[in-house]
């Protein structure tokens, strides 16, 4: 059974930092593209941050451009989020995204449809 299990939310102040991960389990996504989400109360599910499955290539919403860092280690098939300078409007259920199909070492998505599995999501909660 495919799983994903992202960690690391929590509560921080505004201008503060949070590194979250996403453990893959069931198989490996070395080979494939995943990516990050997030939902805030009230709006919808929003692109973050994408990566390649060579880890070459990135892709940021403008929202987070400069603040935020995707990156993976193939080694532990993870992903990780490194968030700084966050602000409240960053608060969300952050979830990281797989998808199953193989690509260019330069893929990247940022579309929800094109993602096959979803972790179950970890709050992070930014206060001004």
């Known amino acids: 059974q495919v799983q994903l299990v992202e960690s690391g939310g929590g509560l921080v102040q505004a201008g503060g930092s949070l590194r979250l991960s996403c453990a893959a389990s069931?198989?490996?996504?070395?080979?494939?593209?995943m990516g990050w989400f997030r939902q805030a109360p009230g709006k919808e599910r929003e692109f973050v941050a994408a990566?390649?499955?060579?880890?070459?290539?990135?892709y940021y919403a403008d929202s987070v451009k400069g603040r935020f860092t995707i990156s993976r280690d193939g080694h532990k098939n993870t992903v990780y989020l490194q968030m700084n300078s966050l602000k409240p409007e960053d608060t969300a259920v952050y979830y990281c995204?797989?998808?199953?199909?193989?690509?260019?070492?330069?893929?990247?998505?940022?579309?929800?449809?094109?993602?096959?599995?979803w972790g179950q999501g970890t709050q992070v909660t930014v206060s001004s």
């Open positions: 990566t390649s499955w060579s880890g070459d290539s990135t």
């Open positions: 995204a797989a998808a199953d199909r193989r690509t260019g070492p330069d893929t990247v998505f940022s579309g929800a449809s094109e993602y096959d599995y």
């Open positions: 069931g198989r490996t996504f070395t080979g494939y593209p």
